[in-house]
């Protein structure tokens, strides 16, 4: 079974940059797409960003578009996003998963969450 390890994440300015990084271990990474999810206190866990198996594909949700970059490297079994310019609604814990998928586009998690990386912005 694959286990992911999240880090990256830290207290930031509003308009400041963060890269979270998402370490994986099992040979299995490379085979399937992985994304990027967050849970702000008190709301649910949202979709944040997907990247394709081979790293081609990539998505994202509308409130991120144009200031993060999802992005891969299989041979080091490890998926990145890329934060710029955040905002103070950015603020949340930051979770990486595989995907499946029905359609690009359409992502349901599954396998275990790792620990997650807390993403502060401050106004």
Do not use: H
């Not at 081609?56 to 991120?64: K, Q, R």
């Not at 949340?92 to 690009?104: E, V």
């Amino acid at each position: 079974q694959v286990q992911l390890v999240e880090s990256g994440g830290g207290l930031v300015q509003a308009g400041g940059s963060l890269r979270l990084s998402c370490a994986a271990s099992g040979r299995t990474f490379g085979s399937y797409a992985m994304g990027w999810y967050r849970q702000a206190p008190g709301r649910e866990r949202e979709f944040v960003a997907a990247v394709g198996a081979s790293g081609g594909a990539t998505y994202y949700m509308d409130p991120v578009k144009g200031r993060f970059t999802i992005s891969r490297d299989n041979a080091k079994n490890t998926m990145y996003l890329q934060m710029n310019t955040l905002k103070p609604a950015d603020t949340a814990i930051y979770y990486c998963t595989m995907l499946k998928t029905a359609g690009w586009g359409n992502f349901t998690p599954f396998g275990s969450w790792g620990q997650g990386t807390q993403v502060t912005v401050s106004s």
